[in-house]
């Protein structure tokens, strides 16, 4: 049975839609929140990182030891698949530097693939333009040896690919209504601060759900895919 790796640094951004894919294929999922339980022994088959309310520059010894963690798994070429903060552990991996956008990016967003994107085994099955739930203040730059697959106005990069099958996205299409819910509970400053209400977050993004998810779902067929 294939296995897939969970790395979670706060209890309410879990794996969402892409527990429901693993589940469907008969994948096993480990989850580990990573500031109270540690590391795993290894990344399995895929590794997934999720997002958190922190920083990947902030000083806690916990989050050096996962960068140089996620840095051994990518320099290996397993299939990974990292989300916003996620995403933002990956890039500092690769060496980039993880930086405030010029705005919180929260809620549904247009983005736009880039010529990369389009021929992306993923990303270029779907729409050249479409919404992903966001909610982030930092961006990065491209980490070298990196394609840059989708921007939006505020973070001109969105996604990245290292190799062929590791993934940084710092979008959700895992987000579930009940991780929108938690969001918008445990970060309600994040939506004072952009001028939002909760209400209106959950109301623009919940049609567009299903989509996401069946993006998602893509993402995980294609990278357990790849590591049989």
Known sequence: MQRAICLQHVSFEGPGAFASSLSTRRVSLERYLVPKDGLPKDAGDLLIVMGGPMSVNDPDPWIAEETAFIKTVLRAGKPVIGVCLGSQFMAKALGATVKPGKALEIGMTPVRLTGDGKKDPVFGTGPETFDVFEWHGEIFDL????????????????????????YGLLFHLEMEEGGIDSLCRECASDLGKAGLTASHVKLMATPHLPQLHAMADRFIDYLLTSAR
């Open 143 to 166: 980490p070298n040896e990196c394609v840059s697959l989708a921007s939006s106005e505020i973070a001109p990069l969105q996604a990245f690919r290292y190799g062929g099958r590791a």
